[in-house]
């Protein structure tokens, strides 16, 4: 086995051989320190200059200070010889270009000349106004004078001031002769260790072109062209050649490497691609695929001037599915599902793309003819064969399910220019067909973009409105249609918008059920209720009569907690069990019968009342009659209010009438507003009633003196 050499070995030689150098080189450079002087005279001068110059204030301050006491009595006797004497005395000094006293008012009052030639004048240079405005002496200069200025006083009152001028020029000339000293002194030194430091230069210019090429050649060539096969690799060309190495080092071994390491990208980028791309569950393409698809059509499409249509579709009520039968049979139904779709748009042709969206929602892209005609007819016609073709029962688990599809169509270029404002209307346009009762297909209009803003508004503003004081209760009387007496009442929620007014409650209802809220506000009605319900029993001597309907939505149902909550509830308030009747509707038992018959057991076990609202109006009414523990049943008024002018309807009241007395349940008709209806419904055996006839929704107040 040969002796490698590797690539660590070549560093240490390197970087020994460096050092060896760099060692000789510093100390070459510590033998002639001697050309940094330079530095340390430029820095020499300045200190110089500044130290001159300080000294020079400094000396001039004192003796300018000095000069002003003296002037004090002359000044303020106004003895312009006395003023002469001293100043002549400081004018005798060498580099005194000029001395001044001056009045407050900055007038000349003697300049030291026996003359005094400038007497009266006032002082214009450059440093008249700060010297004049000073209250302390002032030292101030430029590049050929030195003026220092001080302010004479006796007591508090100013007599005026002096300024003495000490010119530069001497001081000048001086460390200008330094200066040259200096410079004279630093080039003969530099001269002396020019030819040192040449030669150390360029022994260090061969070195670093020496280390340069061996890095070159050792490092820097194959480093860079693994940086290219990188770039490549990148860039998406996982078919890229990377050469091999024969080098018995490091660097051989990391071609080595990168060159495998290609190769398995290259194997598993198919891999990747197709995990990336495609739904695990029914195989179709994901929503990247789907939206990179949809970026290159609208690309496409934006050019060609074609049209495109985009069908966003949900699965109605799948939750419901992972509710009652388990996330496995949910899965089951995804794929069965998915698998009809394929099917249906494969049949349809046209070069529809199909994408699982995420979850229950599914997305097909239309391509329209370069003219565009014809798409919104195609788009029709595909979303009513899917909504056909998928309201078919399918089989889980040997179990029948019925769901339907909701779908919403929005057209390019017609309705939005991009893919993010294309796929948002889609799915306005779904929901606008889930609120239209679903299994239907609706296509997207400006509208609906007002609507969704409205109710998002209305969202955000139900959010705080029982904060706000703007929510209430309405109770409406309950009547028993034989004694004709008051029995009871049903509670009713009331919303005053500050700035809509009276909101109805079908709009805010749906709102809070949709948005979350209700499970909020529903505990919060009912507590209210209950503790308005005791006192109203209290307030009308009957305490142990008068029942309180309360509405129970199905996500209420829903939460594990509902019935702990009522328990809480009839605790906290004091309201008999008995006295509490809660009302849902069909849609709240439908597809988990089992749990919510186990939740209600639980609740009528402690004396609470069930009753079924809106009964009639399902499809599916009379089989929960048999399913869920019910204690009475609350006619629709859509019979009532027909039940006069439609033998149909009044049949069919009869009929829920006399059933459910079978049974041995309470009846009670919703909607009773004239005088006939209440005697129809006296004469079929209706047991109880209420409606705007009867009594209109009242506050607690009006409810209490209509007991009485």
């Not at 209250?135 to 003026?147: K, S, T």
């Not at 410079?183 to 030194?189: Q, T, V, W």
């Not at 769901?403 to 346009?429: E, R, Y």
């Not at 129809?680 to 409606?691: S, T």
Request: aromatic share 6%.
């Amino acid at each position: 086995m040969s002796l490698r050499y590797g690539l660590h070995a070549r560093l240490l030689t390197v970087i020994l051989a460096a050092t060896v150098i760099t060692l000789a080189v510093v100390g070459l450079i510590l033998q002639r320190q001697g050309a940094m002087q330079r530095e340390m005279l430029d820095h020499s001068r300045e200190s110089m200059h500044a130290l001159v110059h300080k000294r020079l204030a400094d000396q001039g301050r004192a003796t300018v200070e000095r000069v002003a006491e003296g002037l004090v009595n002359p000044l303020y006797y106004f003895d312009l010889e006395a003023i002469g004497q001293i100043l002549a005395t400081i004018r005798r000094q060498p580099d005194v270009s000029y001395v001044v006293v001056y009045s407050p008012d900055g007038d000349v009052l003697h300049d030291g000349s026996q003359d005094i030639m400038s007497f009266g004048q006032a002082m214009d240079d450059p440093f008249a106004a700060a010297a004049l405005a000073a209250r302390a002496p002032l030292v101030q200069f430029d590049e050929h004078v030195l003026d220092i200025a001080v302010p004479i006083s006796l007591a508090d009152e100013r007599l005026g001031g002096l300024r003495v001028g000490y010119s530069l020029q001497n001081v000048a000339a001086d460390e200008q002769a330094a200066n040259e000293i200096l410079s004279r002194s630093l080039e003969e030194i530099s001269g002396r260790h020019l030819q040192g430091v040449t030669l150390s230069l360029a022994g260090l210019v061969l070195l670093g072109v020496a280390l340069s090429l061996l890095a070159q050649r050792a490092l820097v060539r194959p480093i860079r062209q693994l940086a290219g096969y990188a770039r490549e690799i990148e860039t998406g060309n996982f078919n890229v050649d990377v050469a091999d190495s024969r080098r018995r080092d490091e660097i051989g071994d990391l071609v080595r490497t990168f060159r495998r390491m290609s190769e398995s990208i290259r194997r598993h980028d198919r891999d990747v691609r197709r995990m990336a791309y495609t739904d695990a569950l029914t195989g179709l393409s994901n929503r990247l695929a789907f939206r990179e698809v949809l970026d290159q059509r609208l690309i496409e499409s934006g050019g060609a001037a074609r049209g495109l249509a985009l069908l966003f579709a949900d699965i109605d009520d799948f939750k419901r599915v992972n509710d009652t039968l388990g996330h496995d049979a949910g899965d089951e139904v995804l794929v069965q599902f998915s698998e009809r779709i394929r099917d249906t748009v494969e049949r349809f042709g046209g070069g529809a793309t199909l994408s699982r969206f995420g979850g229950d929602e599914f997305v097909i892209l239309l391509e329209g003819d370069e003219r565009g005609q014809h798409l919104r007819e195609t788009a029709s016609l595909l979303a009513g064969v899917l909504v056909e073709e998928l309201s078919r029962p399918i089989v889980v688990r040997e179990r029948p399910v019925h769901l339907g599809i909701s779908v919403g169509i929005t057209l390019f270029p017609d309705d939005a220019g991009g893919a993010t404002a294309l796929m948002k209307n889609g799915d306005i346009a779904m929901y606008q067909a889930k609120v239209a009762g679903k299994n239907c297909y609706r296509f997207y209009s400006r509208a609906m973009d007002q609507a969704v803003e409205r109710r998002v508004q209305l969202e955000q503003d139900l959010r705080g409105a029982w904060d706000r004081g703007e929510l209430t209760l309405a109770y409406q009387p309950v009547f028993d249609m034989r004694a004709n007496r008051l029995v009871g009442a049903e509670v009713l929620l009331r919303w005053q918008h500050p700035k809509h007014g009276m909101v109805a409650p079908s709009v805010f209802i749906e709102v809070a059920e949709q948005g979350g809220l209700i499970e909020t506000l529903g505990p919060q009605v009912l507590r209210i209720a209950c503790r308005d319900a005791v006192r109203w029993r209290a307030e009308c001597g009957q305490p142990d009569a008068l029942f309180l309907a309360v509405n129970v939505s199905p996500r209420q149902l829903r939460g594990g907690d509902f019935a702990a909550q009522v328990e809480e509830i009839l605790a906290g308030t004091g309201h008999p069990p008995s006295l509490l009747h809660l009302e849902l509707t069909e849609t709240a038992v439908i597809g988990d019968e089992l749990r919510v018959s186990g939740l209600l057991g639980r609740l009528r076990a402690r004396g609470v009342k069930v009753w079924l609202d809106d009964f009639g109006t399902g499809f599916s009414g009379l089989s929960h009659l048999r399913r869920v523990p019910i204690d009475g049943v609350k006619i629709d008024r859509s019979f009532i209010a027909e039940a006069l002018r439609n033998p149909d309807d009044l049949a069919l009241t009869t009929a829920i009438i006399a059933m459910a007395h079978s049974l041995g349940m309470t009846v009670v008709a919703e909607g009773v507003e004239t005088e006939g209806q209440a005697d129809l419904l006296r004469e079929r055996g209706c047991d109880y009633a209420q409606g705007y006839w009867l009594g209109h929704p009242m506050p607690l107040e009006d409810l209490i003196a209509l007991c009485r």
